[in-house]
Every structure is written in C-alpha cells, then in structure tokens.
C-alpha cells in the first residue's frame, strides 16, 4: 500500500489529485513539490475563469466525460468551500451562412454529451446579448464563471491537513526502483511509494528525467487577451463564443464576463518562445530551439501556417484584434479595448505534427504522468484527480 506519495506540481491537477488521494488514504503522507514560488503560478492562475458545460468534446472521449461528471464536482466543492461562482450561461453565435452546418453538428455533440443546450434564433440571441450579431445560435445554460487561483488556495489548505506543498523546489531527477521511487530536488531527496507528476508545460521533460517512454512533446501556445473598459464592458452580459472551426483546437476569440465583472476578449493563439513566456520578449532559448529544431513543429507548421500568421497578426495589430471581435460585436471601438494579461497553454504533439486531442495519463511503475492536460482541465480537475488516483493507487496495490 502507497503510504509515501510525492505530487510534482501545484497546479489545479496536483492540487486537487492531492486531494483525491488523500480521501482514499487518510494515513498517506503527501509532498507537493512545486518548482515557482506560488501555487497554480502557470495554467491554473492564467486562464479566464470559466466552468464549461461539455459541449465540445468528442462524445466518449475522457475531456468529455471528465467534464460532465468534474462541472457538477466542481460546483458542489465551491458551495462546500464558499468560494464565489456563477452559472451564467453562454451563448455561441454564427454570424455567416457557412457556420449553420457547424453549429448543427455542435448541437449534436452536445446533447450526446448530456449537455443542456437549445438553438435560438437571432432575436433570441438579442434577449441574451443586446450588441451581439448572429443569424443563429446555441444558448448553454450550464456554462459558469468561477476563480480558479481561489479554488487552488482552497485545495492547498486541504493538502496542508494531510502532509506539505514545498515551493520553490525543482525536481532535478526521478529514479525508480521497482516498488518506489526517489525524487531529488536542489535541496533534498524525498523517498515515495507513488510518484505523480503534473507538471503542466513541463511535462514531456518530467517524463524524459524518469527515464518514461514517451513519443510526445509539449508546444507553449500564449493565448493573449483584451480587456474591454467599462463603458463597453456593458455590451456583454456573459459569455459570448463563435463557432469553433472543428479542425482547430482551439475555440476562437470569446468574450467572458468574469467573476470580478470584467470583461475579457480572447483568447488568440501564437507560438510562445519561453514555456513560461507571456509576453514576446519572454525568451527562453533552450525552448525555442527544442521547437524550431523539431520536425513535429515543421509539420505542425506547414498544416496550420496560414492560421498561424493570422493569430501572430492578431497578437502585434490592435486594429486586427478588434477587427475578430467585431465578428460578434460590431459596435466595439478601438478605444474599447486594452491589453490583459496572457496565458500560456501547453500543447501535446505527437511525433506526426497530430495535436493531442484528449487528455493522456500514462502509468509508468510508480510515477504516473499526466501529459496532456488542455481546457477543460480545471473544470473537470476534481473528476481528473479521481481518475488519476484511482488509477494510480490500483495498480500501486498489485505492484
């Protein structure tokens, strides 16, 4: 039985699969090692906040299922914690001929999902968002809005009943010796049953310092925002989202009222040339050359290259920023908007150039990893982190 557990990473994944593990071991000691100075100092505290409904997910796939079963999860764990949280709904909006079809095949998956959600017409759509533009339209009840910084702060309070998070400690090696594993850091060794490492934009390389087999690599995507001032603020009342190109993984540029009742318009989707880069003179050489010098990025590249120029136009031009949030609201002027803080998404790829489409834990003796990890992660965190642990802890006993 797993009695020693060390968790890399105090994000939302880490911090909540602390959690899960310690519901099923009360006697367990957990050590959450935590390379910045913060918890959730990355994806989990650079992200707009909101708890997605399920909608667009491949139908059986675990994004899909995780995020059904870990909105409702999550909803339950803000009541019980008091922390703030609003089911706002959202609306997402053709504005061209060509989206009708898409947005009927959205529908679709939606409801195969078990995901409450009706078309409506234009003028339905001015019910819910007066400024918005559309010819049709899917309104998502069950889409919300929530802090999660608040929800990890909640999570590590808890983590902190059944053993430690050590901040500022970066792992430098993990060996595995059958039935256990020793991670070291700058500053110690720590000995554990059962290793999991959640390592968000780090966690091709935590998997290559194991020594874990492994095909796919992490490509930093910085999502950039816009921030509306307040008199345009008033133009949005929840969530408004456009059509998502199915052959895209990302969702487009959205506005988000936020659980500080701002409004926040992004995000796009460029090249990051540090892993932990949120502005452009963030640089980090060694990544930059990690992704120019791989094949998978030139393939990746000549797939999306078009896309690609057009989200970096986006990123340098304020007029070509402003010119795809007209898309939906056309009323927005150029001194509606200013710069918001950036996040950076870690992207898995496959050796083919493929964008990893689902998320991937992969069990590796005692050190699970959790290699993918893209939106919805932090709504389906809890449901995650009990998928995480079970697993783990199964396959811990028969070791």
């Known amino acids: 039985m797993a009695t020693r557990i060390v968790i890399i990473g105090a994000g939302i994944i880490g911090l909540a699969t602390a959690r899960a593990v310690a519901r099923r071991l009360p006697d367990a000691h ?5 390379k910045s100075e913060k918890i959730a100092a990355h994806q989990s505290g650079h992200n707009s906040g909101v708890l997605h409904s399920g909608i667009y997910y ?3 796939s675990m994004r899909a299922k995780t995020c059904h079963a870990g909105l409702q999860m999550m909803e339950s764990y803000c009541d019980e914690n008091r922390i703030p949280w609003k089911r706002c709904g959202k609306v997402i909006v053709a504005t061209r001929e060509d989206e009708l079809p898409r947005l009927e095949m959205l529908h679709k998956r939606g409801l195969e999902n078990g995901v409450p959600c009706s078309k409506i017409t234009p003028s339905e759509i001015k019910e819910h968002e007066p400024h918005v533009r559309g010819i049709a339209g899917l309104h998502v009840e069950s889409t919300g ?3 999660y910084v608040a929800v990890c702060q909640s999570l590590a309070s808890e983590t902190s009943r059944h053993g430690k998070i050590l901040l500022n400690q970066q792992v430098k090696k993990i060996e595995s010796h059958g039935n256990h594993a020793t991670v070291t850091t700058g500053d110690d060794d720590f000995e554990a049953d059962l290793v999991i490492a959640c ?3 780090q966690a091709d390389r935590m998997a290559r310092l194991s020594g874990a087999a492994t095909s796919v690599r992490i490509l930093p995507f910085r999502g950039e925002y816009w921030k509306l001032r307040p008199a345009a603020a008033a133009m949005v009342r929840g969530l408004i989202y ?18 500080h009742d701002e409004v926040e318009a992004g995000p796009s989707a460029v090249p990051a040339l540090s892993r932990e ?6 640089i980090s050489f060694m990544d930059t050359a990690e992704a120019a010098f791989s094949l998978r990025s030139w ?13 970096i136009h986006r990123s340098l031009s304020k007029k070509h920023a402003l010119r795809s949030m007209r898309h939906l609201l056309p009323n927005l002027g150029l001194d509606d908007i200013e710069r918001s803080p950036a996040g950076v998404r870690a ?3 496959d050796a083919a150039g493929n964008l990893v489409d689902d998320f991937l834990i992969k069990m590796d003796g005692s050190v699970v990893h959790v290699l993918n990890a893209p939106s919805p992660a932090a709504t389906a965190s809890l449901a995650i982190a009990d998928l995480i642990a079970d697993q783990a802890l199964c396959q811990s006993e028969t070791r």
Request: with cysteine; hydrophobic share 45%.
């Open 30 to 34: 957990i050590t959450i090692l935590e």
């Open 58 to 60: 491949t139908p059986g």
């Open 145 to 147: 809005i929530v802090d």
């Open 199 to 201: 390592c968000g934009l």
């Open 242 to 259: 456009p059509v998502p190109d199915p052959a895209m993984p990302f969702l487009g540029v959205h506005f988000t009222r936020t659980i």
């Open 277 to 282: 880069g949120y502005r452009w003179r963030d």
């Open 299 to 311: 393939k990746l590249a000549a797939r999306w290259w078009k896309n690609g120029a057009s989200e």
């Open 347 to 349: 992207q898995a790829v």
